[in-house]
């Protein structure tokens, strides 16, 4: 039961492919270089967007053809979705928003095809998480100075409720990012998990019919797993884009509250 | 009772806040889809405010998730 139960991990441990000499920094210690597999499926899914992208703007035509009609679809959906949301303003935040949202759609779906997947790494939804929060700060003073604070006082509050909403709009906008990870992180992290443990079904219950005996009524049971793996596949593919999709709005909306700070858009 | 079974149980518990999570996100889609059967017209714009408000509420199911994973093998 034990090995059963901590198996689903195994796909999520870092494995150095090329070991590389440790670095030392001053001031942050020493860094390991190493080229793990969690690099190797986040520069696959880097190539992926280039080539496609690449190919996609190869040969542009008025009337789009098959490919450059996927590229046009995505990149029309961030834009309306930066527009929708930020409003004129957002044009300028555009091709953050874009890398990001390809990002991570990338790395979500070449963690169906490929063993690994690079969003199932903390370390890695964390940086993409504290780097869209690094943004929105310096975006937030460069726009407003010390206007940004007003960002927790919200406008036409009476000041005795002001002393319960303030606390709790600092401690909101503190636990953006920390949400901001681990929604990615736990959906991708719980979705192979789950995918794992499904498809160890089909194999212990195939173990069990083998005996014979009593042990042919997990015959069903097994062929019900497959299904069930085949549905959760299914679903991974929704959450994988949904996830993608969910991260970049919360990005914009994250952007519109310091660049539209005060006049609610 | 053993420290390693505790973990088990502790784990488990700590899994039942996604049921939280769970009435958070039905309560969401069901009353998206009770507002878009009423104005059928308003609904398509209303896709993007679903999604992030079924997000937010699925985070804190995440929480829990993350803490079981975290009592089970941190």
Redesign the interface.
Do not use: A, D, H
């Given at each position: 039961m034990r090995e059963a139960?901590a198996d689903p991990?195994h796909q999520f441990e870092i494995q150095k492919i090329v070991d590389l000499p440790d670095v030392t920094v001053p001031g942050l210690g020493v860094i390991d270089l190493a080229f793990t597999n969690s690099t190797l499926a986040m520069t696959v899914a880097a190539g992926a967007i280039v080539a496609l992208m690449a190919a996609v703007t190869a040969r542009p035509a008025v009337v789009p053809g098959r490919l450059q009609s996927v590229g046009e679809l995505l990149f029309g959906l961030v834009d309306g979705?930066v527009d929708?949301?930020i409003g004129h303003e957002g044009r300028r935040y555009f091709a953050f928003v874009f890398t990001l949202f390809l990002f991570i759609l990338a790395m979500n779906f070449l963690g169906l095809f490929l063993v690994f997947t690079a969003t199932s790494q903390l370390a890695v939804t964390v940086t993409l998480a504290v780097m869209t929060i690094l943004l929105v700060l310096g975006v937030g003073f460069a726009r407003n100075g010390l206007g940004f604070f007003k960002l927790f006082v919200p406008s036409g509050v009476p000041w005795v409720i002001l002393i319960l909403v303030v606390p709790i709009e600092i401690i909101s906008f503190l636990l953006r990012p920390v949400?901001l990870a681990?929604?990615l992180?736990?959906?991708m992290?719980?979705g192979h998990v789950a995918l794992k443990v499904f498809a160890g079904f089909i194999v212990s219950l195939g173990a069990l019919a083998a005996g014979g005996g009593l042990g042919l009524f997990g015959i069903p049971g097994a062929v019900l797993a497959l299904g069930g793996v085949v549905a959760l596949t299914a679903l991974e593919f929704l959450v994988a884009f949904?996830q993608a999709?969910?991260f970049t709005?919360?990005t914009c909306?994250y952007l519109n509250d310091v660049v539209n700070l005060g006049h609610g858009h | 009772m053993e420290a390693e079974a505790a973990k088990f149980i502790g784990a488990g518990l700590a899994t039942l806040g996604m049921i939280g999570a769970g009435i958070g996100v039905g309560t969401i889609f069901g009353n998206f889809l009770n507002g878009a059967l009423r104005n059928p017209a308003a609904a398509g714009g209303q896709i993007g405010n679903l999604f992030v408000g079924a997000a937010l509420a699925e985070a804190l199911g995440i929480l829990a998730f993350v803490l079981g994973i975290l009592i089970l093998f941190g």
């Open positions: 139960l991990i979705l929708s949301i949400t681990l929604r992180f736990g959906n992290l719980g949904l999709f969910v709005v919360l909306i | -």
